[in-house]
């Protein structure tokens, strides 16, 4: 069984890497409103970047909520408008 104080460890570099990503993706603008994404099988327009997630409005209407993390870490298409 880890030790708790491994546990909070990780959690805690876990939680420093997803901030990262987030400000990573807000400083850099990789992505801007109103491009178009694809990652993994969502695919369609950026609608909202947020701090910690980005929001795309899929071809079919649906919202979707993607962890900026998720754009760090997965591999994504982009075409720019």
């Known amino acids: 069984m880890p030790c708790p104080t491994t546990i909070a460890v990780a959690e805690a570099v876990a939680?420093?890497?997803?901030?990262?990503?987030?400000l990573l993706?807000?400083?850099?603008?990789?992505?801007?409103?109103?491009d178009e994404i694809k990652l993994d099988a969502f695919e369609g327009r950026i609608e909202e970047?947020?701090?910690r997630t980005t929001i795309i409005q899929t071809y079919d209407g649906r919202p979707v909520v993607i962890p900026n993390a998720d754009l760090f870490?997965?591999?994504?298409?982009?075409?720019f408008q």
């Open 49 to 51: 970047i947020q701090t």
């Open 25 to 34: 993706l807000l400083w850099t603008e990789p992505f801007r409103i109103g």
């Open 15 to 22: 939680t420093q890497m997803l901030g990262n990503a987030s």
């Open 73 to 79: 870490t997965i591999p994504t298409n982009a075409c």
